[in-house]
């Protein structure tokens, strides 16, 4: 890479320690606490593909063993020099081969059974897959609310998600049947995210007895 080209790319965090920690910290309370949206602060210079909050995550999360794949927008940026350049993150063509992935808002997301499943004895070896969206709203039910259940969750989840892919629902139905082995998602906008483990249940609020 050239040195023109390394200083056209942004900064990591100005503290590589303290800035991955905090991030990461948000990252696992937004698994923790599935369709709760997480506010994700930091310092770091993003590149200006791709939504924020995925951007920041991925820069905590990735290292040199790390695999990533890019949907198409994201890939013709430099969104993954940026982060390979800071994490040392392997960028792959194909989706089977990542255990990262994030697509980018607007972007057909593939098949999640085309991303790394893990299996029975080891679900951990299973991908992560960052879907930027448009907006995380939650309240009380209503017109195209999810209503999320599961562990992690007291009752009910109500989440609205604007700007999200449009076969994401019947996908995850398969997904969190496949457990203990599916893809982990985490839905992000330009300051937050929303975590979708495979062992959450999501239900359209039009489901009355999901929502109460």
Not at 53 to 81: E, Q, Y
Not at 94 to 121: C, I, K, M, N, Y
Not at 153 to 177: C, F, K, M, S, Y
Request: proline letters at 7%; glycine letters at 10%; a negative charge.
């Amino acid at each position: 890479m050239s040195e023109h080209a390394l200083s056209a790319l942004g900064a990591g965090f100005s503290s590589e320690a303290l800035g991955s920690q905090a991030v990461f910290r948000a990252v696992l309370q937004a698994l923790s606490q599935p369709g709760q949206p997480v506010p994700l602060d930091h310092d770091a210079e993003l590149p200006a593909a791709g939504h924020g909050a995925s951007a920041a995550a991925l820069l905590a999360l990735l290292d040199s063993d790390c695999t990533l794949w890019l949907s198409p927008r994201l890939a013709a940026s430099n969104a993954g020099l940026w982060l390979r350049f800071h994490t040392g993150c392997q960028l792959v063509a194909r989706p089977e081969l990542a255990r990262f992935a994030w697509v980018a808002q607007g972007d057909a997301l593939p098949p999640l059974p085309t991303f790394a499943q893990g299996s029975d004895a080891y679900p951990e070896q299973s991908a992560t897959c960052f879907i930027d969206v448009e907006a995380l709203t939650v309240g009380k039910p209503a017109g195209g609310m999810w209503c999320l259940s599961g562990p992690g969750i007291r009752g009910v989840q109500q989440l609205r998600v604007g700007g999200l892919p449009a076969d994401l629902e019947r996908q995850w139905a398969d997904n969190h049947a496949a457990f203990p082995r599916g893809v982990d998602v985490l839905l992000a906008t330009t300051h937050q995210l929303a975590g979708l483990p495979r062992t959450t249940r999501i239900a359209s609020a039009v489901e009355a007895r999901a929502c109460t």
